[in-house]
Structure formats: C-alpha cells, structure tokens
C-alpha cells in the first residue's frame, strides 16, 4: 500500500511540474492577441472591404452599436423643381397605383441596403474589448446567403459613379462629371437630328440645374420610366432607329438619373405625354395624360446634380459653350440653343478650324466630307501636331484607331500625290487637324469615350483618306506647292537638329550616364495598366523636391528638380533647347527628345512654390510647352500642383486652406485660440504632412488648358515677349498695393 502511495505522488509531482508551464504558455498567447487587438485599433490606415465587412459583423452584434450605426441616418434632402423651360399642361388619365412612389418600399430595404455596403462599416464605432474578453477567439464573419446582396442598377451607379462618368470633381475641369451629365442627355438630342428628326436643341444651365429640351420623336410613352432607370432599356440596340448613336449601352440617361438630386423627364408625342420624376434614382412620381395645348413632338430633361456625390461644385459656362460649339461643328445645320445664344455651323469641321486657328495658315485650310468620314487640316510654323478627333459626335481626347489610321492615310496621300517617300514626320510636323468618323458599332476603352478601340475601320478610313486628300491636293495647285515646301523645310530642320541632338547626348554622356536632377519612379506609361496613374512633378530647388521625394509614392511618382529659373523659350529656335543643358535634361526626363509620342508619364504636374518666383518659374515651363510641345497641353498632360496657402489649427483639428475664403472660415470655426500659418514655398511643410497633398485621392491638380490654339501666340508674346514696355505699363496699372495683398 505504502509504495503504491509513493509511486502515486510521485506522478503527481510530474504532473504539477508540467501544468505551469503549459498555463503560462496560454497566457502569452492571449496576452500576445490582446496587443495586436490594440495594434490594430490604434494605427490609422486604410481598411479593406473584407476588413470592414469583418468589423461590421463583430460589432453588430452588440446592441449599443446598432443603436450608434441608427442614429446616423439622416433622411435625404430633395432638391425644390424648378419652373419648367417650356410649360406642359396636362390633363390627368393615369390610374392611382402609377402615382405611387416606389420611395417607402426603398425606405424598408434601407437596413438591408446598407449591410450590403463595406464603407458604412468604416462609420461604425468601434467597441473596446475588456482585458478579460483578450483570450477569446476572433470572430469571423459569416459568409453563407444572407451576405449575398443585391443592388438594384440605379443604387450601383450612385455606389461606383467612377465606373459610369468617369472621375466627379467640382467642375474646375472640363471632363469632371457635372459636365459629362450634360453630354448625356445632349447625345441624346442629338442622336435624334441624326435620324432627321428636329433641327434644334434647347439648352439652359443656370444655378446648378440644366435643362434639355429636343425635337426629336420623343420618348414612347409607355416606356419612359424604364428607359431612365433600367440599365440596357434603349432603342439604341436597333439598327433601324439609331445607326451611328454616341452612346450604345443604355447607361447615360441612367446614370444622370442616379447621380442628380432631382431629375426630370416629360415625353411628348402625338399630342400626348408622359412625365417622371425621380429623387437620387428613385421614382417619385409618374404621370401621362392629354395636352392641353398642342406642342411639337419631343423631349424635355431637367437634372441637378447630386451635391452628395459631387459636392460643391460649379458649372463652368466658357466649357459648356465649347461643348455647344463641338456640336455645331459637327452637325451642320443644327442649332444649339444655349441660354438664348446660339451655336451654328454650315461647314462643319472647316468651320471649328477657322476658329481654332488665325491669320498664321500656311495655305487655306483643306477639307474632305464623306458619308462616314470627315476632316480638315492645315499647317502653320508652330512646333508638333493638334489634332480634334471625334467619333459619332464624341470628342474623343486620346484619339484612337481612327486618328492612327487618318495620320497614315494622310502621310501615304501626300507620298502618292508628289511620287516621293517623304517621312511622317516631316510631313505632319506643324499640322493642325480635326477628323470625324461615323462608326455603327463604336468600341470605346472606358464609359467616358475617349479613345475609339475599333481595329476593323483603320484600312477603309486610310484609303478613304488618301483619295480624298489625292482629290483635294489636285484642285488645289497653290496649297499642293506650300505643303510641298514645309515638308522641305520640316526636313532641312530635322537634318539640322539630328546633328544637334548627337552634340546633346555626347554632352549628357559626360555630365552622367543617368539624369542627375531626376529621381524616376517604378511604373510608367509603356507598363500599361500599372502606369496609367504614373505622374512626375517638375519643382524648383533642391528644398521642394527634397520634401516631396520623402512623401511620394516611388511606384508611380517621379521628380525632377530645376536649378531655379529656366531660360525664357519664347522666340527661340528648335535648336537652342537642345543646347540647354537643364532644358535639355528635362525633355529627356520626359521622355520627349525624340517624340511626343514618347512621353513616359500620364501626368507633367508642375509644383512650384506659392510666391512671385515660384509663379514666374511656372510660366516659364509652361512657355517651354507651349512653343515646343503643344500637344502635351492640347492633350491634357499638364497640370498646376495646387497646394494649400494656409494652416489653421487648435490643439483638437488642423484645417488646411487653398483660399483666403477657406482660411477665413476655418478661422471661424475654430475660434479665436486657432493658430494661423502662412505657407509660402513647399520646402517649409513638413514631409509627413506634405503626403497628404499629393496622394491621388486628396490632391488639387488644374489643368492647364486652351480655349483657342490662336490664342496662344498672342498671350505668350504680350507675357513672355520683348515688349518689355508696355508690359511694364500694364504691370504699374493693376499692381496691387500692400493693403490690397491679403497674405
């Protein structure tokens, strides 16, 4: 018995020694697991959908967060109709139930709607665990058929607006998406005169709200509600309606409708009509009846867009009047009523040149019209090549398959007709263009149609060039001998400059074999889908660059830094840049020297710093690209950095502000105890802080733009010319006294 015993605890001994060490073991695991929990609370960074869905569940299951995720509902605010363009009296038939709004049905799928959305977890308070509740396991979220969720077209469109329309901004550019919505619903309108049907477009933007009104056959009565609200829903998928329509997939008046905070529409036909109204895509309220007067056939729209989506924003009219203008030229007997204004053009495209361009055409300014393809062209002793390509009646910004396939249309027209083999570029060197081709089934590479992908239309649009410019150049003798002669001079330059250039790289080869003021970054333009963001930031001084090369993203952002001030360009010969060794080095940078064609970044955003200097710096680059390489700024690649004037800050917030009106605000806001920065060059915020200002999501980029290529010559002789006196004269007549500088 009594070795029993003994051999009893002594397995008992073995035991107590093992179970300390096995409990101790579990709690370093938990206490491990309660510091990433509190790692992960604290760092601040960007949560993925799957990570947001997995807070989300976790923290619904606590009462006190649904009660927090409740209470930030706020019920939608509806934008007040405005008085109609064009009264429509209408004398009430439809039944009861077609009144009824579909609004309180949304209202009780909210709850469910809004699970199905990852962000609104990122608006859900976070609950502390309790240092008991560490050692627990996570919970993960449940992932079975009650998380499937759908989404009806209308609530995708205001979910992912960046798939439909593109980018959204405040209407400071010209593609941002308030101008797009109008582009929508004007297509329309113009599709209809298209098919011959109404001679003219009533337009109205004023206070943030546009209104639409064509002529065209209308709407068929019993579909209007379905051809704004349901994706794929159009006319514009048969052939014998629409032939050569701008928009074939059924979205753009849809997606207008989804992303306005009121939208409009009021079909007539026949003497009667058919009238929707809709509040951020939901229906509020439908209508048909008889007239009351008798009216022409049509369409009217009135939209506002969405503030929710756009924020504040602003439509800018000297853009909406270019769009007006590109339909006018495009559409030879239409007219485009814009505010009472009007918008015609009876030779079309000969006409948008004869605008474009000034008294510095080499030769009258050439033209061809077909049934599907037309342009005009001419040349002048500017540097590059401009080219206005549309398709269907779609300015189409990054040309496509129909400019390459017109470019060596017109390169083989000119080498048939003189016999000889001269090269493309001496041929198009100086070249303004604009083309136009009617494609049945256009191909675009986004929803905002800015580049036609049709590969199928290049050998027809090619021969049909080179025979219409063969036809042209014959009945034109005078012209034929002027374009002769700049395609002369163009090659005695490129001779002259090749042996330039050889003296340029020889000496770059010495200095180093790398571009000492550029630091490049990962991805650009050749690598496709990972450089199409790719940007490079032209800055002043080794301070600026040296702030924002520790706040970049090295992977798509690169930066070249300039010595102070560049040399003045404007005046100057081809030749002289080639023997200026920064300016030379930042074409190179570019990836430029050669071709425009090669430019390796989708972004030049110069950034200089907020003060005299830096504003004059500005305008010498922007001289340097408009006197060599035009069609940088024509195509939208150059951009001003916009960074903030101001920081105003308490001990709780720090507000950053690009105006003196946003300084002012914050100020008030803030109280009396905020603190108030000037910032006057980029070297002075700090690396950290700077991040901010140039991350995608964040960023102030202007575009620099022109509203008309002969204005170019003129403005850049008046700034940057040698009329050093009456520049002065009208520098002493608008300077600003101290007490009017408000720094």
């Given at each position: 018995m009594g070795g029993k015993s003994d051999k009893l605890s002594s397995k008992e001994k073995k035991s107590a020694a093992v179970k300390p060490a096995a409990t101790k073991a579990k709690k370093v695991t938990a206490g491990t697991a309660g510091r990433k929990d509190t790692a992960a609370k604290t760092v601040k960074a960007p949560v993925t959908a799957k990570a947001s869905a997995t807070k989300k569940t976790v923290v619904a299951k606590t009462p006190a967060a649904k009660k927090s995720a409740s209470s930030e509902k706020k019920p939608a605010r509806v934008a007040k109709a405005a008085p109609v363009m064009e009264k429509v009296p209408v004398q009430q038939t439809a039944p009861a139930e077609e009144k009824k709004s579909v609004a309180p049905e949304m209202a009780e799928n909210a709850p469910e709607m809004a699970k199905a959305t990852p962000e609104m977890a990122e608006n859900v308070p976070v609950v502390e665990k309790k240092p008991a509740q560490a050692s627990r396991p996570k919970a993960r979220a449940v992932y079975d058929e009650s998380q499937v969720k759908h989404l009806d077209a209308l609530e995708h469109i205001r979910l992912r607006s960046g798939m439909y329309i593109g980018r959204l901004g405040d209407g400071s550019n010209q593609n941002d998406g308030i101008y797009v919505l109008l582009k929508e619903i004007v297509d329309n309108a113009v599709d209809e005169f298209i098919m011959g049907y109404g001679d003219r477009i009533d337009v109205e933007v004023r206070d943030g709200r546009v209104k639409v009104r064509d002529f065209g056959r209308g709407i068929p009565l019993g579909k209007v509600v379905e051809c704004v609200s349901e994706i794929n829903t159009g006319a514009k998928y048969n052939d014998d309606v629409f032939q050569f329509s701008v928009g074939m997939n059924g979205v753009g008046t849809k997606a207008v409708n989804a992303l306005s905070s009121y939208f409009r529409v009021v079909s007539i036909r026949d003497g009667k009509c058919a009238e929707a109204v809709f509040q951020k895509g939901v229906l509020a309220s439908q209508k048909s009846g008889t007239l009351k007067e008798k009216q022409r056939d049509g369409t009217y729209f009135e939209f506002v867009p969405d503030e929710e989506i756009f924020g504040k924003y602003t439509f800018n009219m000297e853009f909406v009047e270019k769009r007006m203008w590109n339909y006018a030229y495009l559409n030879s007997g239409l007219t485009v009523r814009l505010n009472g204004q009007d918008f015609k053009s009876e030779n079309g495209l000969l006409d948008l040149l004869s605008r474009e361009m000034d008294d510095s055409c080499l030769y009258s300014i050439g033209s061809y019209s077909g049934e599907h393809l037309k342009f005009a062209f001419t040349h002048t002793n500017s540097y590059g090549e401009n080219y206005f390509s549309f398709v269907n009646g779609q300015y189409t910004a990054d040309g496509g398959t129909h400019l390459a396939a017109f470019k060596e249309g017109f390169v083989r027209g000119l080498n048939d007709f003189y016999g000889t083999s001269y090269k493309a570029e001496d041929i198009r060197e100086g070249m303004t263009a604009a083309?136009?081709?009617?494609?049945?089934?256009?191909?675009?590479?986004?929803?905002?149609?800015?580049?036609?992908?049709?590969?199928?239309?290049?050998?027809?649009?090619?021969?049909?060039?080179?025979?219409?410019?063969?036809?042209?150049?014959?009945?034109?003798?005078?012209?034929?001998?002027?374009?002769?002669?700049?395609?002369?001079?163009?090659?005695?330059?490129?001779?002259?400059?090749?042996?330039?250039?050889?003296?340029?790289?020889?000496?770059?080869?010495?200095?180093?074999?790398?571009?000492?003021?550029?630091?490049?970054?990962?991805?650009?333009?050749?690598?496709?889908?990972?450089?199409?963001?790719?940007?490079?930031?032209?800055?002043?001084?080794?301070?600026?660059?040296?702030?924002?090369?520790?706040?970049?993203?090295?992977?798509?952002?690169?930066?070249?830094?300039?010595?102070?001030?560049?040399?003045?360009?404007?005046?100057?010969?081809?030749?002289?840049?080639?023997?200026?060794?920064?300016?030379?080095?930042?074409?190179?940078?570019?990836?430029?020297?050669?071709?425009?064609?090669?430019?390796?970044?989708?972004?030049?955003?110069?950034?200089?710093?907020?003060?005299?200097?830096?504003?004059?710096?500005?305008?010498?680059?922007?001289?340097?690209?408009?006197?060599?390489?035009?069609?940088?700024?024509?195509?939208?690649?150059?951009?001003?950095?916009?960074?903030?004037?101001?920081?105003?800050r308490n001990k709780k917030e720090n507000v950053y502000c690009y105006s003196e009106l946003e300084r002012d605000k914050a100020q008030a806001r803030l109280g009396k105890s905020a603190e108030t920065s000037r910032f006057k060059g980029l070297g002075e915020i700090n690396p950290d802080e700077f991040r901010q200002f140039i991350e995608p999501e964040t960023m102030h980029l202007t575009p620099v733009e022109i509203s008309q290529l002969k204005a170019v010559p003129k403005l850049l002789t008046f700034y940057m010319g040698k009329n050093t006196p009456e520049r002065r004269s009208f520098i002493e007549k608008h300077l600003l006294s101290n007490a009017d500088i408000d720094a």
């Open positions: 083309v136009l081709v009617k494609v049945k089934d256009p191909v675009f590479e986004s929803q905002t149609k800015n580049k036609l992908g049709n590969t199928d239309i290049r050998q027809w649009i090619v021969g049909e060039v080179q025979s219409g410019l063969n036809d042209w150049l014959h009945r034109n003798p005078d012209a034929a001998r002027k374009i002769q002669e700049k395609i002369l001079a163009n090659e005695k330059l490129r001779t002259e400059l090749s042996a330039v250039k050889k003296e340029a790289k020889e000496a770059a080869k010495k200095i180093s074999i790398r571009i000492p003021k550029l630091k490049d970054c990962k991805y650009h333009v050749s690598d496709g889908a990972k450089g199409e963001n790719s940007m490079i930031f032209i800055t002043e001084g080794d301070s600026a660059s040296g702030t924002m090369t520790h706040s970049r993203d090295a992977s798509y952002q690169a930066i070249f830094s300039l010595r102070g001030k560049p040399e003045n360009m404007w005046g100057k010969k081809q030749g002289d840049i080639y023997k200026n060794d920064e300016l030379y080095q930042l074409m190179m940078a570019l990836g430029i020297e050669n071709s425009v064609e090669d430019l390796k970044y989708s972004k030049i955003v110069i950034a200089t710093d907020a003060d005299n200097d830096g504003y004059h710096i500005r305008n010498l680059v922007m001289t340097f690209f408009l006197d060599f390489f035009e069609e940088l700024v024509t195509s939208g690649r150059v951009f001003i950095l916009e960074t903030p004037l101001f920081r105003v």
